[in-house]
């Protein structure tokens, strides 16, 4: 079954892999597709021009960090985030920046917690309730309240079109009892912002609402969560708290298990995961985008994706290398021999390792343009292989 939003062009035979469109106003998406993150409005070190050139489809936006900078209401005045950052393809958007969890003991001993916002800041949570979250903001100093009704009209008023409905993501390893809790909060939070986005009158064009699924780590509460959010009127579901320090089988069982109950119907969005042998192993359960900082981060640091040399996509069909290291000092050879984007018909490993040495800033924006449409030519092979039926 398909709709005006998603329509599914093909099913795989072999697992619950598929092909689909979603469509937005901004542009369609071909799933399953990477979305990587424009955390602040900008996709870090690549000009919104070169977005087409690489084959970007889509990129996720931080509602937290454009309500601290430069503010929901410019962002509304110039337009919507489209027309103020010039990314010009649809654009999705997390709730504000709440998913919260204990990022050391030290801190849970003394019952403080903060919230990770996909940035830099990681901002003091002063207070989980029934009615939001408030907390401290790293940027100015001052407290703030995120509700699921202010989530919903921050996200309307930056524009973006996939909004994920206001959720808390459990930190790790959340007891049972807090992960009930949590979970329980996060559906009525949906509850109310699925109210809250039939209350506002979206006189531009229509957004769209995803649910967000949790549970933590526990098996039934996923299952819950799954059966729960899948049968809410939103647009799409999204696969909450599964990459906040879960090993990659806990990750992989959590996906497993919400799986069952996912909607055939709608698309499904995984919250975190970008590393490429998870994603490989994880359209297999129905999965359409994922969105990670991973090939943009790494980019930055000097790590290098590489393709195999017969470009046959399998669990080991990729490589990374540390441009940094002196090994390529002197090696005049492409970055990925067997990829053809700019960077690679165009530079050498010598040069980039010099630039990384020389800390000059275009050798941040060359290895992030390779690292994106590295993904983007993965995510085309994920689709021709699910497209012949062997994923």
């Known amino acids: 079954m398909s709709t005006k939003f998603f329509k599914i062009l093909h099913k795989s035979k072999k697992s619950k892999a598929r092909l689909g469109k979603i469509h937005t106003y901004h542009g369609t998406i071909i799933t399953p597709s990477f979305v990587p993150c424009a955390t602040k409005g900008t996709l870090k070190g690549i000009l919104p021009s070169l977005l087409k050139e690489i084959k970007i489809q889509v990129a996720f936006v931080n509602t937290y960090h454009l309500v601290m900078s430069p503010g929901t209401s410019v962002i509304k005045k110039s337009g919507g985030i489209h027309a103020f950052s010039k990314l010009n393809i649809p654009l999705m958007s997390d709730s504000g920046g709440f998913q919260v969890f204990s990022l050391a003991e030290n801190n849970r001993k003394k019952n403080t917690r903060r919230a990770d ?16 979250v408030t907390f401290r903001s790293t940027f100015k100093g001052e407290t703030l309240i995120f509700t699921p009704e202010k989530s919903i009209e921050y996200q309307i008023d930056i524009g973006s079109d996939i909004m994920m409905a206001f959720d808390e993501c459990t930190y790790y390893p959340a007891t049972y009892k807090y992960a009930k809790e949590a979970m329980e909060r996060t559906h009525k939070w949906l509850l109310r912002c699925i ?55 806990e990750m992989r069982e959590q996906v497993k298990w919400a799986s069952k109950y996912l909607p055939k119907e709608k698309p499904v969005h995984l919250l975190g995961v970008g590393q490429l042998d998870d994603i490989l192993d994880l359209v297999a359960y129905g999965i359409d985008t994922f969105d990670c900082v991973e090939p943009t981060r790494l980019a930055r640091v000097g790590k290098v994706f590489q393709k195999n040399k017969s470009n046959v996509l399998k669990t080991r069909s990729w490589n990374a290398i540390d441009i940094k290291n002196n090994d390529y000092r002197h090696d005049l050879s492409p970055l990925d021999k067997n990829c053809n984007c700019y960077v690679c018909t165009n530079f050498t490993k010598a040069y980039i390792h010099h630039l990384f040495k020389q800390k000059e800033l275009i050798g941040y924006s060359l290895l992030t343009y390779h690292n994106l449409k590295f993904m983007e030519d993965f995510f085309e092979r994920i689709r021709e292989k699910i497209a012949s039926d062997r994923l």
């Open 195 to 249: 109210k809250k986005k039939k209350e506002l009158k979206e006189k531009d064009y229509k957004r769209y609402l995803y649910g967000i699924i949790q549970g933590g780590t526990h098996k039934d509460l996923r299952n819950i969560s799954s059966e729960f959010v899948s049968s809410q009127k939103t647009d799409g579901v999204a696969i909450g708290g599964v990459s906040v320090h879960e090993t990659k089988k």
């Open 117 to 132: 916002v996909r940035g830099d800041e990681q901002p003091l949570v002063i207070k989980i309730s029934k009615d939001g």
